[in-house]
């Protein structure tokens, strides 16, 4: 079996950690193909953590929507897989299945301010930052990432709060509770022991810091925020709080 063939037939997997045992025989034989296997794995791992639009019909809506405003071409394996052959496309759907649904499929029709700005605008930062982490090698490097993409989600709340309908806003919340709790503590509670001490606290210290930053931001929003927007607001500001409470203690072991 040629690489190729092996790499699409992996593609196609329902459960890429159980190769076929055709698939077997070649990845005992080939490196490159094992490499192959376990990014899909990875990336099935990371796409299992993420909410997903219920419908499949809203998925695959969502899938051709990025890949027409990526210019990504079409193929027959699973568009969330497609990664392995480009960096962009199968990031990309992950970004769309996981992060982006909110923005494409609102049940109302979007305010005039949201529609005056390319809604996709606003998957970019979520498109790096999952690049970023598939990345990551590191319990640092994904402390670091998890810290920017916390923080961006925040941006993305302040830019939308007033105008934003409650279910995107509810989406909102959620992704920045699992930035948070999922990436942020969970990260910190990794980070080696060999780490130099003064690194470990810079970096625990800027999540904190971040984290601070975001109580008084959403409780700032609160303040000004229709009332649809309230309950969300609330939530990410106890999020905030809740997760420099976890870090408090890893702060002070430092």
């Known amino acids: 079996m040629k690489c190729e063939a092996c790499q699409n037939r992996i593609l196609a997997l329902e459960y890429t950690p159980e190769p076929t045992e055709e698939?077997?025989?070649h990845l005992a034989s080939c490196a490159a193909c094992r490499t192959a296997q376990k990014k899909a794995v990875k990336l099935d791992a990371l796409l299992a953590r993420l909410p997903v639009p219920s419908s499949q019909r809203a998925k695959a809506k969502l899938i051709a929507s990025l890949n027409d405003q990526l210019s990504v071409p079409s193929s027959k394996v699973p568009a969330y897989r497609q990664w392995m052959r480009s960096p962009l496309p199968g990031v990309a759907a992950l970004v769309v299945l996981g992060?982006?649904?909110?923005?494409?499929?609102?049940?109302?029709?979007p305010q005039p301010e949201l529609a005056e700005k390319p809604r996709h605008e606003l998957l970019n930062k979520e498109l790096g930052n999952v690049v970023k982490l598939a990345r990551a090698d590191s319990a640092p490097d994904r402390l670091r990432v998890?810290?920017?993409w916390a923080t961006?989600?925040?941006?993305?709340?302040?830019?939308?709060?007033?105008?934003a309908p409650a279910e995107e806003l509810s989406s909102l919340a959620r992704m920045y509770e699992r930035a948070v709790n999922e990436g942020i503590v969970k990260q910190a509670t990794r980070l080696p022991e060999h780490m130099d001490a003064e690194e470990k606290q810079k970096l625990l210290q800027a999540a904190d810091t971040k984290?601070?930053?975001g109580v008084a931001e959403a409780e700032r929003l609160?303040?000004?925020?229709?009332?649809?927007?309230?309950?969300?607001l609330k939530q990410m500001a106890e999020t905030s709080r809740e997760g420099r409470r976890k870090l408090e203690p890893i702060l002070k072991g430092v």
């Open 23 to 25: 698939l077997r025989e």
């Open 99 to 109: 992060i982006g649904g909110f923005f494409y499929f609102s049940k109302k029709q």
């Open 146 to 148: 998890w810290t920017d």
């Open 152 to 163: 961006d989600l925040r941006g993305e709340t302040r830019d939308l709060y007033k105008v």
């Open 211 to 213: 984290l601070a930053e």
């Open 222 to 232: 609160h303040g000004e925020a229709p009332p649809q927007a309230q309950k969300y």
